[in-house]
């Protein structure tokens, strides 16, 4: 196969998986944001299932840009390097710097460590409600809830829209999966309760 042959081909996959990579960027920043859960999908994927995607097709899409810089290195180098004259080491050696700068920086956010907010969507650190060192978890049922929380059970089902007969013995992972909300959705109910501790 012709090396143009070979460069249009790779040329005409990137170009597609940068469409695709676009698409699924804003698809999981605008239709399916952060914080919409396993419920919300897309033909029949979550959020975090097209964000596997949208990871696979970049690792395709940076393969692809390494191959098409390695089958273009000789332009490269000699853009870079310019017409052989006074000061052209001294253009070439920028560009090298400038890489090593930008590949740092990418880098570094690799190597940073990850930071925690451990407050419910930054909620005050200093507040006096009891339930926000509360851990909730799907294991738990709503009577533990209020038991923790001093909410009463009724009070999360009617903020919730759950039916009245909901169980407070029924668990919660078992009641998200039935009526489509997300543990976010207790605590917010619980940041918005007016019972006094």
């Given at each position: 196969m012709r090396r143009t042959n070979i460069n249009f081909?790779?040329?005409?996959?990137?170009?597609?998986?940068?469409?695709v990579m676009t698409i699924t960027g804003v698809l999981m920043r605008y239709i399916l944001p952060p914080g919409?859960?396993?419920?919300?999908?897309?033909w029949g994927l979550d959020r975090h299932e097209w964000g596997d995607i949208h990871f696979w097709i970049s690792a395709v899409f940076f393969s692809l840009l390494a191959i098409h810089l390695l089958?273009?290195?000789?332009w490269v180098m000699s853009v870079v390097a310019g017409q052989p004259r006074e000061g052209s080491?001294?253009?070439?050696?920028?560009?090298?710097?400038g890489l090593l700068t930008i590949i740092a920086l990418a880098l570094s956010l690799l190597l940073t460590p990850v930071e925690k907010d451990l407050t419910?969507?930054?909620a005050s650190i200093g507040s006096t409600h009891k339930y926000e060192d509360t851990e909730i978890r799907g294991s738990m049922t709503l009577k533990e809830i209020q038991a923790a929380t001093g909410v009463p059970a009724a009070y999360i089902v009617e903020s919730l829209k759950l039916p009245e007969s909901?169980?407070?013995?029924e668990q919660l992972g078992s009641l998200k999966r039935k009526y489509k909300f997300e543990i976010i959705d207790i605590r917010d109910t619980l940041n918005n309760s007016s019972i006094p501790v």
């Open positions: 081909i790779i040329d005409a996959v990137a170009f597609i998986g940068f469409i919409s859960g396993h419920y919300s999908t897309i089958l273009h290195w000789r080491g001294f253009r070439a050696g920028l560009g090298i710097i419910s969507r930054g909901t169980s407070v013995n």
